[in-house]
């Protein structure tokens, strides 16, 4: 038994047991988790799926160290990330979390290149000589070499958000979240987005958990864990966009 929950704790990069989160209070009280345990496996790319209200956010927010649960644990690594004070959990989001966001999320006045070094900068260091060269392969691998001097806002949606994957990968963190990463894209760079997500995570083995409501974005994830209404209610393997549809439609209409 006590193997088995040393071997649990080793595979996973992130794991949440019992966790609980709740709004407000008496007959106002919304329950948005309602007793969640999962373990996220290292180097697979997960995806959080489950209709509108049903605790995605909540949850990726707890497993950052953005938010606190109202109870439950909620470990990265082997860090329980719940014992941990505000500067701790900064440092901690800093150091070995990245994050992707639906509205991209970068600094306007910086260039790409200072926004993909911008992780660097708020930890008051300079990358060291290997963390420089997997930056400069990161940047050829995600086309955005000859960008390095352009403001945000001179790049297509498209390429802000790859270079938002860059600026996650660059530190290569424990885990990277990425919340409705191809909501504001269009289909063609939503794909091209999401093959590389899945292409970080099967050929760097990197490890992410994407919280989307899109079957087809939710199809290149190793792993589907379906949430309704602040439970888990399904984890699947990797499913086609028909059986991932099938599914959600069933959580909708049976919650
Ligand atoms: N700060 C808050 N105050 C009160 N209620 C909240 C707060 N944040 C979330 N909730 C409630 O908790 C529940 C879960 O919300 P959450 O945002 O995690 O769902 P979601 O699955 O991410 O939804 P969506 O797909 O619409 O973003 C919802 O009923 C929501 O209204």
């Known amino acids: 038994m006590h193997t088995e929950l040393t071997t649990a704790i080793g595979t996973a990069v992130a794991r949440v047991e019992k966790l609980t989160k709740s709004y407000g209070t008496g007959p106002g009280r919304v329950d948005a988790l309602a007793g969640v345990s999962i373990g996220l496996e290292r180097g697979r790319f997960t995806a959080i799926m489950g209709p509108s209200g049903s605790g995605k956010s909540t949850l990726m927010h707890m497993m950052a160290g953005l938010d606190s649960p109202s109870s439950g644990r909620v470990w990265l690594g082997d860090t329980d990330i719940t014992a941990l004070g505000d500067s701790q959990l900064t440092l901690l989001r800093r150091r070995r979390v990245g994050f992707v966001f639906q509205s991209f999320n970068l600094v306007p006045t910086l260039d790409i290149l200072g926004n993909i070094r911008l992780p660097f900068e708020l930890d008051g260091r300079r990358p060291s000589r290997d963390e420089a ?16 001097g352009h403001r945000p806002f001179e790049l297509s949606g498209g390429q802000q958000q790859r270079v938002a994957i860059a600026r996650a990968l660059g530190t290569q963190p424990d885990l990277v979240f990425a919340d409705e990463p191809t909501g504001n894209l269009d289909s063609r760079s939503g794909r091209e987005v999401l093959s590389l997500l899945a292409t ?12 989307t409501h899109d079957p087809i974005a939710a199809s290149y994830a190793d792993r589907i864990v379906f949430l309704a209404d602040g439970v888990v209610a399904d984890d699947r393997p990797r499913s086609t966009p028909e059986q991932i549809s099938s599914l959600m439609l069933a959580l909708e209409r049976h919650p």
């Open 133 to 148: 060269a997997w930056i400069d392969r990161l940047i050829d691998s995600l086309g955005l070499r000859d960008r390095l």
């Open 200 to 211: 970080a995570s099967s050929e760097f083995g990197q490890s992410i958990a994407m919280v």
